[in-house]
């Protein structure tokens, strides 16, 4: 049996805004923000991402995108049969 309290690990070394829940909004402004940054839209980003067609995939704004690419599809009513 682990020592390590519930508030270790990998998932609660994160900071707080990583952690909480984003509201509908919230994720829709993150990924138009990104959109506009990179000049691509996250049905683009997504595809290439996943298909491995990204350099820098790894890079924490490329990770944090896919994330959100994944909710959104996740909550999305085409997602959720996908």
């Known amino acids: 049996m682990s020592t390590e309290s519930e508030e270790s ?3 609660h070394n994160l900071p707080p ?3 909480r829940r984003l509201s509908d ?3 829709r402004a993150e990924l138009s923000r990104l959109e506009d ?3 691509m839209s996250s ?3 997504y595809d290439a991402f996943r298909e491995g067609q990204l350099p820098n995939a790894d890079s924490p ?3 944090r995108w896919a ?3 994944y909710m959104a599809l996740a909550h999305s009513p085409q ?3 996908s």
């Open 9 to 11: 690990g990998p998932v």
């Open 17 to 19: 805004t990583t952690r």
């Open 25 to 27: 909004v919230e994720l």
């Open 37 to 39: 940054t990179y000049h």
């Open 43 to 45: 049905a683009e980003f």
């Open 61 to 63: 704004d490329f990770m």
């Open 67 to 69: 994330g959100l690419c």
């Open 79 to 81: 997602g959720a049969s």
